[in-house]
């Protein structure tokens, strides 16, 4: 059907992306490790582009950065407009909406218990409604802190800096530039769900929950009430606590 396909892949600085990675995939419903996903080669761009390579030439790949320092605009759909050719309309960016909103550390960490009791279909969609827009209303600074810590962040960097180094060698021809800007060290420390996570902190969430969606709680108090002892882990036993005091 074409003469020729161009591929544009964005690639993201590896810290940002396996801590993107993770809350997204407990979105989803699934309860990925976080270490899991910084297992070698986990994030190995290089690997990844190179096989698209192969299969439609080098000539046919661009490379651009996901990161605020090298998008046009500090904007995405701008850079991604400009890479294809196309030009935005004046003010484009003033015009946005944000969409693809991931949820806070509290509010991901009640997902993560959801995603263990067996929360699924509309319930599950509704669940992660509800918990989104409880993240965009009433966010604290915990809720913002990174999963990982500077060290981690650092750590994986270095693992793929090598790997980093060859992309810009190989598809942008120019050794004197960084894929990615400097890592910005976080001031706060990183989330911990033992401390950061409070019943009466959980309370809050599953009263806006029960406010909005009783049928969540609901399910989820179901779903509490017919789960073996055996299988309450300390956070389930803090979401239990928390769900009584939601009534």
């Known amino acids: 059907l074409f003469r020729s396909v161009t591929v544009i892949i964005y690639v993201r600085p590896q810290d940002d992306w396996v801590e993107s990675r993770y809350k997204h995939s407990v ?18 761009y290089k690997r990844w582009i190179d096989h698209w390579s192969n299969l439609i030439g080098h000539d046919n790949i661009v490379i651009r950065s996901y990161d605020n320092q090298h998008l046009l605009g500090r904007n995405l759909a701008i850079d991604f407009l400009t890479t294809i050719g196309a030009r935005a309309p004046q003010d484009y960016a003033k015009s946005m909406i944000r969409v ?90 990183p989330w911990d769900a033992k401390t950061d996570l409070s019943v009466s902190r959980a309370s809050e969430i599953f009263e806006f929950i ?38």
């Open 27 to 44: 979105l989803s419903g699934n309860n990925l490790s976080l270490s899991g996903l910084q297992k070698p080669f986990f994030c190995d």
């Open 210 to 247: 029960r406010l909005n969606s009783p049928e969540v709680i609901r399910e989820m108090k179901y779903r509490v009430g017919h789960l073996p002892l055996d299988n309450r882990n300390p956070a389930t036993h803090m979401i239990c606590a928390a769900l009584e005091e939601s009534n």
């Open 100 to 189: 693809n909103e991931s949820l806070g550390n509290a509010q991901h960490e009640i997902k993560k218990v959801a995603n263990t009791l067996g929360i699924k279909g509309r319930t599950a969609d509704r669940l992660n409604q509800v918990l989104i827009s409880h993240s965009c209303g009433f966010r604290t600074v915990r809720d913002g802190a990174r999963l990982l810590s500077n060290s981690d962040r650092t750590s994986l960097r270095k693992d793929y800096s090598l790997a980093n180094q060859d992309i810009v060698r190989d598809y942008w021809d120019n050794t004197s530039l960084d894929l990615f800007s400097p890592l910005v060290p976080s001031t706060i420390e």
